[in-house]
């Protein structure tokens, strides 16, 4: 009798398995270590850079989560539970969850679908559901699940196992599905997890891919060039995920801005990946303006596209909430561009959003979410200049 009842539970916990819904209605904000610090991790970072999210002003502009990427891992346990590093998280996972949920913050971890990490530590391979358990009895909010040595497994039947194993867990655990783009997320991904990776790793440059042999990692417009066609699988709770943000880790100002506003544009996930605890004003200020972070925050949650190229200057929009639009120019040239742009010259017509612009029918007031300043109404001629390597980024109000 208690044999047939526990089967009938465990059939039921395998069908009724889903992800956590609505974790993720808005692209989650964050910080993750991996970007600038790749193994180097231990417990006073993490709890470091908590504090400094606090601090920097990052939480007040809605960056929540700590994550901490590869390489916490210590050993598997007789029983198979794993455990972190005992030399670089002396502490333990569940006194670092709880100071990061003390701060108002949300703790983040990471593994691989493999039998062992990208880093070389113990994979979740056969111990996805004593991982998921371990991770919700320590106290995390966040998964990053990555792809390295997974020989013979399939992608969806991968993900789809460690999402049932965090829903028995029974702890709401957003799911970020890191597989590369390689077998289409996209495709599949949408009751998976909140948020899949669309691409190999991003590296610190603009315009540049760096060759590692057997990978290679790509600079910030060459993961833009990737993104084409995409935007038609992400919407709230499912992102599609260009990867970790480099703003801070050594591009120009006029880049980290350029980088920052078409993540916003791309409704991207903002997961910095820069050292909060140095961080210099610019950087701040950028990772921190509200009015370009209220842009990938808009709660209509849709990916912006790219209406126009012209020499090496790309016209992208993106439709918000209440009827109301963003368009970004980026500049990828190694000049500063003069515009010259008349309103009334674009007709918007978005099939996916099914949203449209006709500048002749209706005006808006524009603001320029960067020097923050209302620049005018679209009834008019508009002329600007656009930076090298920068963009040109503006809010579109109807007016009444
Ligand atoms: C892969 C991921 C990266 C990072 C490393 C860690 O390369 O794509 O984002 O997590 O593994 O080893």
């Not at 009842?5 to 059939?11: H, M």
């Not at 998280?89 to 949920?101: E, W």
Request: charged content about 25%; proline content about 3%.
């Amino acid at each position: 009798m208690l044999k047939t009842l526990i089967i009938i539970c465990f059939s039921l916990t395998i069908i009724y398995s889903q992800k956590f819904e609505r974790l993720a209605q808005t692209p989650p904000m964050g910080w993750n270590s991996w970007n600038n610090f790749a193994c180097d991790v231990d417990e006073k970072l993490i709890r470091e850079t908590a504090d400094a999210m606090v601090s920097s002003g990052m939480k007040d502009a809605g960056y929540i989560y700590v994550n901490v990427d590869d390489c916490w891992h210590g050993e598997r346990d007789s029983l198979g539970f794993i455990h972190p590093d005992p030399a670089r998280f002396p502490s333990g996972m569940k006194a670092l969850a709880d100071y990061i949920h003390s701060k108002g913050l949300k703790f983040g971890i990471y593994s691989d679908a493999g039998w062992k990490t990208c880093g070389g530590k113990p994979g979740s391979r056969g111990y996805e559901y004593q991982d998921a358990l371990q991770y919700a009895k320590w106290g995390v909010d966040y998964l990053k699940y990555d792809w390295c040595n997974t020989e013979a497994l399939n992608a969806e039947g991968a993900y789809l196992t460690m999402r049932n194993a965090l829903y028995s867990a029974g702890r709401p655990i957003v799911f970020s599905l890191c597989e590369w783009g390689n077998n289409k997320p996209w495709d599949w991904g949408k009751n998976v997890g909140h948020l899949w990776r669309t691409t190999g790793d991003i590296t610190n440059c603009f315009d540049c891919v760096v060759d590692h042999g057997t990978w290679k990692s790509w600079g910030v417009m060459y993961i833009l060039d990737m993104q084409d066609g995409l935007r038609i699988h992400a919407g709230p709770d499912h992102w599609n995920d260009p990867d970790m943000m480099e703003v801070g880790n050594g591009m120009s100002v006029s880049e980290d801005r350029a980088h920052f506003s078409i993540w916003c544009m791309l409704a991207a996930p903002l997961i910095a990946g820069n050292d909060i605890r140095n961080m210099s004003k610019e950087t701040i200020e950028i990772l921190t303006n509200k009015e370009v972070i209220a842009v990938n925050q808009d709660s209509l949650g849709i990916q912006g596209f790219k209406y126009s190229t012209e020499d090496s200057l790309e016209t992208w929009f993106k439709p918000l909430s209440k009827d109301e639009w963003t368009v970004c120019f980026l500049n990828r040239s190694s000049e500063t561009r003069t515009m010259d742009f008349v309103w009334e010259d674009y007709k918007i017509a978005d099939e996916f959003s099914k949203r449209e612009i006709n500048f002749e029918e209706v005006i808006f007031n524009i603001r320029d979410l960067w020097i923050k300043k209302n620049i005018g109404t679209t009834d008019k001629k508009f002329s600007a200049q656009v930076k090298s390597h920068d963009v040109l980024m503006l809010r579109l109000t109807p007016v009444k």
